[in-house]
């Protein structure tokens, strides 16, 4: 079993990454970035208004969004594609 211990509350209290002092028997002194769930969560927010914004100006579909609406291969939905996004 994994144990993964954080300070709950500093996750959800703090609003901005803050840094972590640690230090290991192997490495020197380093900063550690941690990010807090407010933080994460308008992330995210952000990320999916940009998504909506684009989708809407474009007319286009992410490839993962347009492969779980319309399935794989050739069909009469791949104008919807946003080929931009498609890495070969």
Request: include cysteine; charge should be negative.
């Amino acid at each position: 079993m994994v144990r993964v211990e954080f300070d709950e509350a500093t996750f959800f209290r703090a609003q901005q990454p803050y840094w972590q002092s640690l230090y290991s028997e192997y490495y020197p002194p380093f900063l550690f970035v941690k990010f807090p769930g407010p933080f994460l969560i308008e992330l995210l927010r952000n990320c999916m208004q940009t998504l909506h914004r684009k989708m809407l100006a474009t007319g286009k579909l992410p490839p993962d969004v347009h492969f779980h609406a319309f399935g794989f291969g050739p069909n009469e939905y791949l104008p919807f594609l946003d080929e931009e996004l498609v890495v070969m």
